[in-house]
């Protein structure tokens, strides 16, 4: 099955910096989703890659599968307090999803 | 623990029969999920319950869908009249929230192996 690893498991950062977050997959990724959890709230659809080389942006947050289509990262610049969160990639297995463990991003004031 | 449990994995329906997809969360938890996954978008989020009461409901396409959770171990999701733009899979999802000041983190939600819709 695929694996995917996240990493790192926890971030811990001051307001106004950069960060990036990784996801490393066993295999090759045909659709690669990133998704960012609130407190006691469901999941948000932020992106999907599926190119290799794909890069998407929305705001501040940019996502991107590398060539190989086998790792994205997601790099947030200039990092706010509504950043923080748990930050979790996924890829469609087959109809099955597959979800990495979760990245849980601080953001101090 | 068996995980969450939703039933049927597979259905297949006609245009404008009613859907009943159901979902059993791990015991203990007190937040249930529905998700929807289509090809471009992944995963979004339909509606949650906290405690069984229903949170946010602002992912429901329209008032065709439906949801109840009349209690901890069960929950619904109803189609009514389905089309066939409803074919997908659906998640249900359960999760334990703690309550803890700040409230910037987040907890893991455990995924039932969902079921897929086709409406023909």
């Known amino acids: 099955s695929q694996e995917l690893e996240q990493s790192p498991q926890s971030l811990i950062v001051q307001e106004g910096k950069n960060l990036t977050i990784n996801c490393t997959s066993s295999?090759?990724?045909?659709?690669l989703y990133w998704y960012k959890q609130k407190y006691g709230e469901g999941l948000i659809f932020l992106m999907m890659?599926?190119?290799?080389?794909e890069e998407k942006s929305h705001e501040k947050i940019t996502a991107k599968l590398d060539e190989k289509k086998q790792q994205s990262s997601l790099h947030i610049t200039a990092s706010q307090p509504s950043h923080a969160g748990i930050y979790l990639c996924?890829?469609?297995?087959?109809?099955?999803?597959?979800f990495g463990a979760g990245t849980r991003l601080t953001v101090k004031p | 623990d068996a995980g969450v449990i939703q039933s049927p994995r597979h259905e297949v329906t006609e245009m404008g029969q009613e859907v009943t997809l159901r979902c059993k969360p791990i015991?203990?938890?007190?937040?249930l999920f529905w998700y929807r996954q289509t090809m471009m978008r992944g995963l979004e989020l339909l509606i949650y319950?906290?405690?069984?009461?229903?949170?946010?409901d602002s992912g429901m396409p329209e008032d065709r869908f439906s949801a109840k959770m009349p209690n901890a171990s069960f929950s619904t999701l109803k189609i009514q009249p389905s089309e066939p733009r409803d074919s997908a899979v659906y998640f249900c999802?359960?999760?334990?929230?703690?309550?803890?000041?700040?409230?910037?983190?987040?907890?893991?939600?455990?995924f039932g192996p969902g079921t897929r819709l086709l409406v023909l």
């Open positions: 319950f906290n405690n069984n009461v229903p949170i946010d």
């Open positions: 999802a359960s999760s334990f929230r703690r309550w803890t000041s700040g409230g910037d983190g987040g907890e893991t939600q455990y």
């Open positions: 295999k090759t990724l045909y659709g």
């Open positions: 996924g890829a469609d297995a087959g109809g099955d999803m597959r």
């Open positions: 015991s203990g938890h007190n937040s």
């Open positions: 890659l599926q190119k290799g080389g």
